[in-house]
């Protein structure tokens, strides 16, 4: 069974650029998760799906964060403008959902995202 | 606010003897434990999770326990190998596919 994919793996941009990262979950997992790793601290939550619907964005910054997942399947998370303290490696993760309580997460790679 | 401490930021360990990770967390509405190794370059991987209602889930060489009225729970692993050594996240989730909170993470290392 293939796992999470994520591009680009790595990403160099100047502040005020704009960037995107694409990850494709596991086959048949309905829950996507976005999460952003600052250097020394646990991954945090910055959005959440299910299929196609948003489930939690709460802790994104949507003055510059975005993202979506059309189709249910693929997505995509842009930031612009960048801003130095985006520098991180952004996570995606996927889940199935339906028929237990409680389904763990499985990572992709990362992008590490560095901007100067 | 951090609602999953791990205040040990690394742990050094000999080859063969016992490596004991340690987490503490604030939330007692929290239902899920997990356990996430993590290697240079690549995405946490799942190792081990337990429920709140259970205080120990064992697979092979690693078992968590858990100790609901400390807020506390530990992963041993028995006998620890240098393939080991990595960075562990301790997390904890709500039921429902809820997103995860993570520690800030342990490094061990395994020495031979």
């Known amino acids: 069974e293939a796992g999470v994919a994520q591009s680009p793996r790595y990403k160099i941009i100047e502040k005020r650029q704009s960037v995107a990262f694409w990850c494709n979950p596991i086959?048949?997992?309905?829950?996507l998760y976005w999460y952003q790793q600052i250097l020394g601290q646990g991954p945090k939550l910055l959005i959440q799906?299910?299929?196609?619907?948003?489930?939690?964005d709460s802790q994104l910054p949507k003055d510059r964060f975005s993202a979506e997942r059309l189709k249910g399947v693929d997505s995509t998370l842009k930031i612009q403008p960048a801003k130095l303290e985006d520098s991180a490696v952004y996570l995606c993760?996927?889940?199935?959902?339906?028929?237990?309580?409680?389904?763990?997460?499985?990572f992709g790679p990362g992008t590490r995202l560095t901007v100067t | 606010d951090q609602q999953v401490k791990q205040n040990s930021p690394s742990l050094s360990v000999q080859e063969g003897r016992i490596s004991i990770l340690n987490c503490d967390y604030t939330?007692?509405?929290?239902?899920?434990f997990l356990w996430y190794k993590k290697y240079p370059a690549e995405g946490p991987t799942f190792l081990i999770s337990?429920?709140?209602?259970?205080d120990k889930n064992e697979d092979g060489r690693f078992t968590v326990f858990l100790n609901k009225s400390a807020k506390h729970l530990s992963l041993h692993i028995v006998p620890s190998q240098p393939g080991d050594s990595a960075v562990y996240f301790c997390?904890?989730?709500?039921?429902?596919?809820?997103?995860?909170?993570f520690g800030k993470g342990t490094r061990l290392s395994v020495i031979a």
């Open positions: 993760a996927s889940s199935l959902t339906s028929g237990r309580p409680f389904y763990e997460q499985y």
């Open positions: 086959s048949g997992h309905a829950t």
């Open positions: 799906f299910q299929n196609n619907g948003v489930v939690d």
């Open positions: 939330n007692s509405m929290f239902d899920y």
């Open positions: 337990i429920s709140s209602i259970k």
């Open positions: 997390a904890a989730s709500f039921s429902g596919n809820t997103p995860l909170v």
